[in-house]
């Protein structure tokens, strides 16, 4: 037990089978809990291993899922082979979506976990078993928005019904989806971290909203077209900016510097998010 670290915590590893996206989520009073508890991959399943975590749990979970494993099969043959086990908590969920969460028996108090479609819940030396109790509710309250939503929202709600016992600290957020990271080139859809902060899940909705911002996508409905009007207001707020030339260049060179690349296409066209803050800067 002596090279175990105790990541005191509650987290839930969940997916949404439709949307193809499996991810996890988590808080505690520990420093960087997303460096130690999330494991994720598409099309496999999600793994959270904490207490007196054993960090193997993560890659060898997923490489029985990625066998065809139940996730109450990966739990069993995880603990089985640990000597450990009564001292960790886990949680799998599976590529069906089937769910299996474990708690030690020398788990501090309170320590527990809660399991449904689609999702496992679990904590250890909380306030008590109503802070499993909200993130599993809130998880099956919000059955059809996106999977980052409402694991960022069961965190909320954990800690406002008590939460860790000792306090906060770290927070992450993980989720992914095949080919759905950056430029497509990536299967991490979110890969979000606050490993030390006063307030660490507000810091997580702050790093969450930047990251939709910088790299999220607005239907190209939704894009504003670029009339003769809009155009000479986007060279006159490039040029202030240090950006002049042709407008597509123009354009292109400013939203590569501001990390908005994946949101422009040419310049017959405008990402409002990204006329937004253009506007803001200039």
Known sequence: MARSVLVATYSIAACDLEAERWGVATQSKFLGVGSV??????????????????????????????????????????????????????GVVDGQGGSASFTGSECLDWG??????????????????????AIAETFESTEGNPLEERLLGCLDAAQA????????????LLVVEKDGGYASLSDVVFD?????????????????GLHVAIFGETPKDDWVP?????????????????????????????????????????????DPVVLEELRRQS
């Open 37 to 90: 508890v999330p494991w994720a991959e598409p099309q496999v399943g999600a793994v959270a291993t904490q207490a007196y975590a054993n960090p193997r749990y993560g890659p060898q979970g997923l490489a029985l899922l990625r066998e065809g494993r139940s996730a109450e099969e990966v739990v069993d043959r995880l603990t089985s082979a640990d000597d450990g086990r009564e001292h960790r908590q886990l």
């Open 161 to 172: 019904a008590g939460g860790d016992s000792r306090g906060q600290q770290s927070a992450a």
């Open 226 to 270: 670029v009339d003769e009007e809009l155009a000479g207001e986007l060279r006159e707020r490039l040029a202030r900016l240090g950006y002049e030339g042709e407008l597509d260049d123009a354009l292109s060179r400013w939203a590569g510097t501001e990390n908005l690349e994946e949101r422009v296409d040419g310049a017959d066209a405008i």
């Open 192 to 208: 979000l971290r606050v490993d030390d902060h006063v307030r660490p899940l507000e810091e997580l909705r702050r790093l969450h």
């Open 112 to 133: 527990g976990g809660r399991t449904g479609p689609c999702y496992a819940a679990q904590g250890n030396i909380l306030v008590s078993g109503e802070t499993v109790d």
